[in-house]
């Protein structure tokens, strides 16, 4: 069964405390994974997509990598505004279903 | 920038009431989806829908159905609300089902 389990469940950092968020997946045949930002009481923001084991993603102070079994979102130097939940999705090549992990909650304290 | 509006922020229903949520994209895509979201259980599919007129089920289409009658509207519908059907609901949408999806910003929906 195909799933999604992103680790740590919630994560206190201090600013400027770079660290990472890890989505790891099971599932046959990957075609893109996605991660969001979601702020409380909205909905979940698209930041990127990556598609095959090696490939790198940047905006701001975010840094998506993919491996053939996880994914990592680190965050360097991150600052209050970064505070939000953090989803991880995957979309395999023989089905368009998109398959949601539980989320991160990053909470940076100024 | 794709913009998803959904009708409601907040909407308070009572047992047994026919509820309908509307969500409405300006970018003319032909995907649209709807979610509900609990604490702990995460994004799950309800309907989904790639053109007018059609629509297929997701995970969890029991109590529910869903309208497109145009293209750049999709409506969720829950026949005769019950109390687990309080949570919030988001509807996405796609320009091809291989992009990801661009979400508005919920109705959190309480049934009393």
């Known amino acids: 069964e195909d799933q999604v389990t992103q680790s740590p469940e919630a994560l206190r950092l201090q600013e400027g405390e770079s660290s990472s968020l890890n989505c790891s997946y099971t599932?046959?045949?990957?075609?893109?994974l996605f991660w969001y930002r979601q702020d409380p009481g909205k909905g979940p923001e698209f930041l990127f997509t990556?598609?095959?084991a090696g490939e790198e993603k940047e905006k701001e102070r975010l840094k998506a990598t993919l491996t053939k079994k996880e994914s990592f979102l680190h965050i360097t130097a991150p600052k209050p505004e970064d505070s939000a939940t953090y989803l991880c999705?995957?979309?395999?090549?023989?089905?368009?279903?998109?398959?949601f992990g539980k989320g991160t909650r990053l909470h940076i304290l100024p | 920038d794709v913009k998803v509006t959904q009708s409601s922020r907040y909407l308070v229903k009572r047992t047994g009431e026919k509820v309908f949520l509307e969500c409405v994209q300006d970018?003319?895509?032909?995907?649209m989806f709807w979610y509900r979201q609990d604490p702990g259980l995460g994004l799950r599919l309800i309907y989904f829908?790639?053109?007018?007129?059609?629509?297929e089920k997701g995970d969890i289409p029991e109590g529910y159905s869903v309208s497109r009658e145009k293209k750049e509207r999709f409506s969720l519908i829950l026949e005769s609300a019950s109390t687990n059907q309080t949570s919030m609901y988001l509807c996405?949408?796609?320009?091809?089902?291989?992009?990801?999806?661009?979400f508005g910003d919920g109705t959190r929906l309480s049934i009393l």
């Open positions: 996405a949408s796609t320009v091809s089902r291989y992009q990801p999806q661009h």
């Open positions: 599932v046959s045949g990957l075609r893109g």
């Open positions: 990556l598609y095959s």
């Open positions: 999705a995957v979309q395999r090549h023989s089905h368009d279903k998109i398959i």
């Open positions: 970018m003319d895509h032909e995907n």
């Open positions: 829908s790639y053109d007018v007129k059609m629509k």
